[in-house]
């Protein structure tokens, strides 16, 4: 029998940031990025699963059901002190799970790397920023951040829309209300959570995952009707960010939406996790300002990724930080190695690393 409560001690000592339990096999934590069995823990049986899953769903009917009926569920729990961010899903008919442990503190926004560009953004009276990146590349800490300090620095309300919650923000100087997306939550699904929030008196509506055409559509609308909309998605760049945001529409309907992004978006950050030299993980920031020349890209016929890339490479002024520059200062600062630096990249653009890597050299030599 699996000492369920155990493992959740030992992760929390840890520093874990996920806990795996997958039957057949013997519990995992990622800590620092490395999967780490859990050497005193039996290989985990079909039984040992099902009572993790009676554990984890506690009764809930409810919940059960959604299980039962669709073979996934997004939840959350609590166990000593800590929130846990809960994913059960199934593999030969068995259920697994995949498990979050969320800090009980919220880093700084100037701790995490991100850059001040994104912060003075947030001062935009209305339209889009999106934050960026991959499963696990700290979207929801940056994002989180983020409104920590709106909530710290300006006088708003901030209506934030979370499937499942995971930090819980107290008002300060804003006053901020967060609703949980799903099945027995405060709202069904995100596109009605966001159309709603047009009669809920808000100036920032947080979507925490944009992920299909209506909620796209209510998030443009929201920002259209004057309030600030900030919104992650999963893409591996800015430049994919506006293919993907198009891509979620018809071709009759593209050209329409793209002159709607144009006047709308306001910022994009793409963000990657790497493991520094330290042993620490190190943010590599990706930062698209959508000036006049990045919106004539957007509004062109064919969205070219490389001609944004481009664009956002030659807008360094205005607070745009292009990919290769961001890991090129990680690899002159120690940070990274040049392997790490390197893989980060195509290779037709190492040639290009290898020349802002002499750049900042000779600059930080002055």
Do not use: W
């Amino acid at each position: 029998m699996i000492n369920i409560e155990k493992i959740f001690d030992y992760a929390i000592q840890k520093d874990a940031s996920d806990i795996h339990f997958i039957c057949d096999n013997k519990p995992m934590l990622r800590i620092l990025r490395d999967l780490i069995q859990v050497e005193e823990s039996e290989v985990l049986t079909i039984e040992d699963m099902n009572e993790i899953y009676d554990y984890l769903v506690r009764g809930n009917i409810e919940k059960d059901n959604v299980y039962k009926k669709t073979r996934k569920l997004d939840t959350s729990m609590e166990y000593g002190g800590k929130r846990f961010r809960v994913n059960i899903s199934s593999s030969q008919d068995v259920p697994l799970f995949t498990l979050r442990i969320i800090k009980e503190e919220l880093p700084r926004f100037e701790e995490l790397g991100v850059p001040d560009i994104v912060r003075r953004m947030t001062y935009q009276p209305q339209g889009l920023m999106l934050v960026t990146g991959k499963t696990n590349s700290g979207k929801t800490t940056t994002l989180n951040a983020l409104i920590n300090e709106i909530n710290e620095t300006q006088n708003k309300k901030i209506l934030t829309l979370e499937s499942p919650i995971e930090f819980k923000h107290n008002s300060k100087k804003s006053i901020i209300v967060q609703k949980e997306v799903g099945i027995g939550g405060d709202s069904l699904c995100y596109s009605d959570g966001v159309k709603n929030s047009l009669r809920e008196d808000c100036d920032i509506v947080v979507v925490g995952e944009i992920r299909d055409k209506e909620t796209m559509d209510a998030a443009i609308e929201t920002a259209e009707a004057g309030h600030l909309v900030i919104g992650t998605l999963h893409t591996k760049s800015c430049a994919e960010t506006i293919d993907r945001m198009i891509n979620f529409y018809d071709i009759s309907d593209q050209q329409t939406v793209q002159y709607l992004i144009a006047s709308l978006l306001k910022l994009v950050i793409s963000q990657r996790l790497l493991k520094g030299i330290d042993g620490r993980l190190v943010l590599v920031p990706e930062v698209m300002v959508v000036d006049n020349i990045v919106s004539g890209l957007i509004r062109k016929e064919k969205i070219s990724v490389s001609e944004i890339e481009d664009a956002i490479q030659s807008n360094l002024e205005k607070g745009s930080i292009g990919l290769i520059n961001s890991i090129a200062e990680l690899f002159v600062d120690e940070k990274i190695t040049l392997e790490q630096a390197k893989a980060q990249i195509e290779e037709k653009n190492i040639e290009t690393l290898n020349r802002t890597i002499m750049q900042l050299r000779i600059k930080k030599n002055k």
